[in-house]
């Protein structure tokens, strides 16, 4: 269930392989709850292009939920980016960003417990997250380059798909340091051929059908 560029090369596939396509967005239901800083990222959005600021929205993933892997090393290294806001998403309802003894939040960083991906991705510029193949099908989807760290579960195998297809930056650890987070977002925001890439990558996932192969291939087995 992917598009070819998101599976390294391979010459051995089966005669009977095909690819399916990445899962397509969900939409974001009507009534939706949306955090109460919303209306800020909305409004960004509107604006002119050198007025707009960057939106870079970090998220943990919802399997190992560490919020010192990925989380707070990205808010503490963009804290001082006036031209940045930050939505740091905790991937849990209910869930809490604990902070030092002493430190406050910074200024440009929105948190919130939990948030679709789907709602969220339209309105970013990168996507830095601890996550798998869900995680980066919903990059791929939204047409949003990435930076993807861990090294549980999939991660490292998907994060390096993502690298390879173009449209990410695999940090190959669990806990990257803050200042490769931070270099690999800065390397997305100033190369636009991430991007385009990424674009790319959307507009081919958009060609697939994949519930429809699924049902085909489903049926298929019952003839």
């Not at 991906?117 to 990168?126: E, I, K, Q, W």
């Amino acid at each position: 269930m992917c598009i070819p560029p998101l599976e390294l090369p391979r010459s051995d596939w089966p005669p009977n392989f095909k690819f399916g396509g990445t899962l397509p967005r969900k939409e974001v239901p009507a009534d939706y709850a949306y955090p109460v800083w919303w209306d800020e990222i909305v409004d960004n959005s509107t604006r002119p292009e050198l007025e707009r600021k960057k939106v870079v929205f970090v998220a943990q993933g919802t399997v190992v939920q560490d919020y010192g892997d990925m989380i707070l090393p990205t808010i503490r290294g963009l804290a001082d980016r006036r031209d940045l806001i930050v939505m740091a998403v905790l991937g849990a309802k209910g869930a809490e960003l604990r902070l030092s003894d002493g430190e406050a939040l910074p200024c440009n960083v929105r948190v919130v417990d939990y948030l679709l991906y789907d709602a969220a991705l339209p309105f970013t510029d990168v996507f830095a997250v601890t996550g798998g193949y869900g995680a980066l099908s919903h990059g791929v989807t939204n047409g949003v380059p990435m930076v993807l760290a861990g090294d549980s579960e999939d991660k490292i195998e998907v994060s390096l798909r993502g690298e390879s297809a173009g449209c990410a930056i695999a940090l190959r650890s669990g806990k990257p340091s803050q200042g490769k987070i931070v270099g690999a977002i800065n390397a997305i925001l100033e190369d636009v051929g991430y991007k385009t890439r990424a674009l790319a990558l959307r507009k081919q996932a958009e060609e697939f059908k994949p519930l429809d192969v699924v049902e085909q291939e489903m049926l298929a087995l019952l003839r």
